[in-house]
């Protein structure tokens, strides 16, 4: 292992080896505590070749002792929306005439997976019920804002196949940086979506964002349409966070990919608690055919590198802006630490509409169309 080095004031002191693992880790945590706004000026630095020798050792003794952004990346990469519980009342058959003409629509994160959305909303519409407002979660803000701007279910569709290229390129992120794949994005949201303000949208809708420097999720209901919903679905690390007014948002799923309280709260303030609650749900929460296998999703990660290095995610540090790399990965696993259940808190009269898509992929777009009839497929199932 490099010799661990000490930041104090931009300068430079070697401290010598110890064979004390418990010496050392303290050492660690000192420096990281002490000297993060260095360090992060530094961090994004380190390819540069003309970057001296000993902090690319201390870039070495970072990488081996508590994180990069690359591990977090591809942990979120290959595990992101696949928690293991599943719930039994997920698709229960419900009589149609109990829901009446309007409910109440969450719809959840789940990335590519997120297309079965739109066949649900397609089932909806065959069967003459509408959403009276919209709650969308990452992909579930991008179906979302859609629909309630205009677009049907079977626009959706086409607008994929027509992005097909674009959406294939979403499909191999690692290949890509976190600025290409934010490109890719938001020229699509650009595109298609015919207005700029979520406040103008013709159904009410709510988009879920989480905020780095507060570490709290925010629901807007007005504001700039596309900036949010691509906040919304900024998975962290694959695609930049963005910043808007005081706030950096990354993907609303960090802190909750359903906000089924919020439905509940905007239903008894707006509707009188009028309306049914239907969820939506692509993440495989609620999934019995998934047959991924995550032992307790992103918050097992949380609680590994907290074993590592206990300083790391145990309190908010400052994020001034999206350079502030390892702020930004200390405050996402203060979240993921304390966000307790990844499947949605139901109360239990809630209708929960899991299209079953198996082992479908966050990025697989090659599914598209089997994805969006595995939403009709279920969502007629649930509507007798």
């Known amino acids: 292992m490099a010799p661990y080095c000490h930041l104090s004031f931009r300068k430079v002191v070697k401290v010598k080896r110890t064979s004390q693992k418990k010496e050392s880790d303290f050492r660690l945590k000192t420096l990281y505590k002490r000297n993060l706004d260095y360090i992060n000026s530094i961090y994004l630095s380190f390819k540069d070749k003309n970057i001296p020798k000993y902090l690319k050792k201390l870039q070495e003794s970072i990488e081996k002792d508590i994180f990069t952004a690359k591990k977090l ?16 009342r997920a698709n229960q058959p419900v009589d149609r005439n109990v829901l009446g003409e309007r409910i109440a629509l969450v719809l ?11 066949g649900v909303l397609k089932a909806l519409e065959n069967n003459g019920i509408k959403p009276a407002f919209i709650i969308g979660t ?24 027509k992005e097909e290229k674009k959406f294939f390129k979403l499909s191999y992120s690692r290949y890509f940086s976190q600025k290409a794949m934010t490109h890719i994005l938001r020229s699509v949201l650009n595109k298609y979506l015919p207005l700029n303000k979520v406040e103008n949208t013709k159904i009410p809708f709510y988009i ?17 349409l596309t900036e949010l919903v691509l906040a919304s679905s900024a998975i962290p690390f694959l695609f930049e966070p ?25 239903n008894k303030n707006n509707f009188g608690n009028e309306l049914k609650i239907v969820v939506s749900d692509v993440s495989s929460a609620t999934d019995i055919t998934s047959r991924i296998n995550t032992s307790y999703f992103l918050l097992n990660l949380s609680k590994e590198f907290v074993d590592t290095v206990k300083l790391v995610g145990k309190e908010i540090y400052p994020v001034r802006d999206k350079r ?44 598209t169309m089997w994805a969006f009839n595995k939403g009709v497929e279920t969502a007629n199932i649930v509507l007798q």
Do not use: Q, W
């Open 73 to 88: 990346r591809d942990y979120v990469n290959n595990i992101y929306y696949y928690p293991d519980k599943n719930y039994e």
């Open 108 to 118: 959840s994160g789940g990335g590519a997976r997120g297309v079965a959305h739109a």
């Open 138 to 161: 990452s992909v579930g803000s991008i179906v979302g804002a859609a629909y309630s701007t205009g677009i049907s279910p079977d626009e959706m569709i086409e607008i994929f196949e």
């Open 208 to 224: 879920n964002a989480t905020d780095l420097k507060r570490c709290e999720r925010l629901i807007f209901s007005n504001g700039d």
């Open 242 to 266: 963005i910043s808007y007014e005081d706030y950096i948002l990354v993907d609303g799923g960090v802190t909750d990919n359903f906000c089924v309280d919020v439905a509940r709260m905007i």
């Open 324 to 367: 502030d790399v390892l702020s930004i990965i200390n405050n996402l696993l203060y979240m993921l630490d304390r966000r307790g259940g990844l499947a949605p808190e139901l109360s239990g009269d809630e209708i929960i509409i899991t299209p079953l898509l198996e082992k479908m992929g966050v990025f697989e777009f090659k599914k």
